[in-house]
């Protein structure tokens, strides 16, 4: 058996792996950002943005309709504003909504260009 051990080889193919995903340089050296993100696994790009601030916005409507059902008098309660349907259901379906969009954005993957 040669002295490399395990170790050694998975240390060499690693290496090699990541020699494979360097980012491609011009004829000067210098990297070449459009044909880097292109190759690029997980980068954001405007729709992965659009849905982001989609699901952000949707957040905000949510917690804003949870906002209120309080009085300004300490002795009287408003059963009907504290306890609303808005505010009970639609706002936390809301909430719960904007956050799995939020989740999409993140997680969705640029389709390649055939190009």
């Known amino acids: 058996m040669s002295k490399k051990g395990a170790k050694d080889t998975l240390d060499e193919a690693l290496i090699v792996k990541e020699e494979k995903k ?15 993100s292109k190759s690029a696994p997980f980068s954001f790009n405007a729709n992965n943005y659009m849905f982001l601030l989609i699901g952000l916005g949707v957040n905000v409507l949510g917690f804003l309709l949870m906002i209120g059902g309080g009085t300004d008098d300490p002795a ?6 504290l306890f609303s349907t808005t505010r009970i259901t639609v706002a936390p379906m809301l909430i ?11 997680m969705r993957r640029a389709k390649a260009n055939k190009e």
């Not at 360097?22 to 880097?36: C, R, T």
């Not at 009287?76 to 504003?81: C, L, P, R, W, Y």
Request: net charge negative; proline share 3%.
């Open 76 to 81: 009287k309660f408003d059963k009907e504003a």
């Open 96 to 106: 719960v909504l904007g956050y799995a969009i939020i989740a999409y954005a993140i």
């Open 22 to 36: 360097a980012a491609p340089k011009s004829s000067n050296g210098e990297v070449n950002l459009m044909e880097y």
